[in-house]
């Protein structure tokens, strides 16, 4: 049998429905606008979100480049982030890089930053030494922060705060749809205040490839450029586009499985003796445990069930729609007698 795999919910691999929809997929040359299912597809987005318009791109790592670069201006420009956000940890850099931007990190609560906390970062205007503050960057839900939903009402503060200093805002949805599941809320509540915001189609939403940047269509025609410069312009991209349709049709009531899933998978590691895990900030689809040493264990349970760990004691698990809930209860098994 092979290894039930909870690393990441990037490992789903395209149902035969998906298949098959990308295989029948409508498609002309992007790059022209001339391919039907990509507008089909930036539009619904665009609407979901709550904004004008929108563009396909590779990945939610594009996404995230991109725009920061649509924000900074060249000289000291600073972004604001939590320190868990994926563009300081795993981007490469790509801020320093594409934008020329100083980072500050908040310590948020598992990923999650104030209103107050904003404000107390945000540097002083008119003052020659410091650098310029920017760009506020909220990550929902935060992945590091272990899923966890930034509240609306926190979302909301931050957005103000962020108004009333004139900071530009940028929303990290890679994972927006399960806040939108666990909270029944509508997408665009969480959206629609920033200046940009985006989805990924490659998490729990289960395509192969693709996120959607939306935005004003001054902001999105300036992506754009950044696009064709990255070489993320695509020709018969409808068959990607397709993929993310074929998602957004059929795979985001379903997050609830997951959801249910991590919080089986929770409930069952946090009984285990040697597992430390408080299954009350399980809130979506990963679950964040320690045990005494992560990488020993995650090594040896390789060949039952994959987990990423984070540190040294620190492991993540992650349910999507490649794990039942029967995949739960062995993975469960084989960890206790792991540990047992
Ligand atoms: C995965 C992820 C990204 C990057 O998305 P890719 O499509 O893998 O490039 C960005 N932010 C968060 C929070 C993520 O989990």
Not at 31 to 41: A, I, K, V
Not at 182 to 191: D, E, I, L, Q, Y
Not at 206 to 219: D, F, H, I, K, N
Request: proline share 4%; aromatic share 4%.
């Amino acid at each position: 049998m092979p290894p039930i795999n909870l690393y990441s919910d990037t490992q789903t691999r395209p149902t035969d429905g998906m298949r098959a929809a990308i295989a029948s997929a409508v498609v002309g040359d992007e790059q022209r606008g001339l391919d039907p299912t990509t507008r089909r597809l930036e539009e619904r987005v665009a609407e979901l979100l709550g904004f004008e318009t929108a563009v396909l791109l590779p990945s939610g790592t594009m996404c995230n480049e991109i725009a920061m670069r649509l924000h900074a201006r060249p000289g000291g420009d600073e972004v604001i982030l939590d320190r868990t956000a994926h563009p300081v940890n795993s981007e490469a850099g790509g801020p320093a890089v594409v934008s020329g931007l100083m980072v500050r990190v908040l310590d948020g609560d598992r990923g999650v930053f104030t209103g107050a906390d904003l404000e107390a970062a945000v540097r002083p205007t008119g003052n020659r030494y410091t650098p310029r503050s920017r760009l506020v960057c909220v990550e929902q839900t935060s992945n590091l922060g272990g899923g966890r939903v930034w509240p609306a009402s926190v979302v909301h503060d931050v957005l103000d705060v962020a108004a009333r200093f004139g900071l530009r805002t940028h929303l990290d949805g890679a994972r927006l749809m399960n806040a939108v599941v666990a909270t029944g809320m509508p997408a665009s509540s969480f959206a629609s205040g920033f200046d940009t915001a985006w989805i990924d189609f490659t998490k729990g939403l289960g395509a192969p490839v693709g996120a959607v940047l939306a935005g004003s269509r001054e902001l999105i025609d300036e992506a754009w450029r950044w696009k064709q410069m990255l070489g993320g312009a695509f020709r018969q991209s409808g068959m990607v586009a397709a993929g993310c349709l074929y998602a957004l049709d059929h795979h985001v009531s379903r997050l609830a499985e997951d959801h249910l899933h991590a919080r089986v998978l929770a409930e069952g590691l946090a009984a285990l003796p040697g597992v430390r895990l408080d299954v009350s900030t399980v809130e979506t689809n990963i679950v964040i445990f320690s045990v005494d040493d992560a990488p020993g264990l995650v090594a040896r349970l390789a060949d039952r069930v994959e987990l990423q760990a984070f540190d040294a004691h620190r492991v993540r698990a992650v349910t999507h729609l490649d794990v039942s809930r029967a995949d739960v209860e062995r993975a469960v098994a084989a960890i206790a007698d792991e540990l047992g």
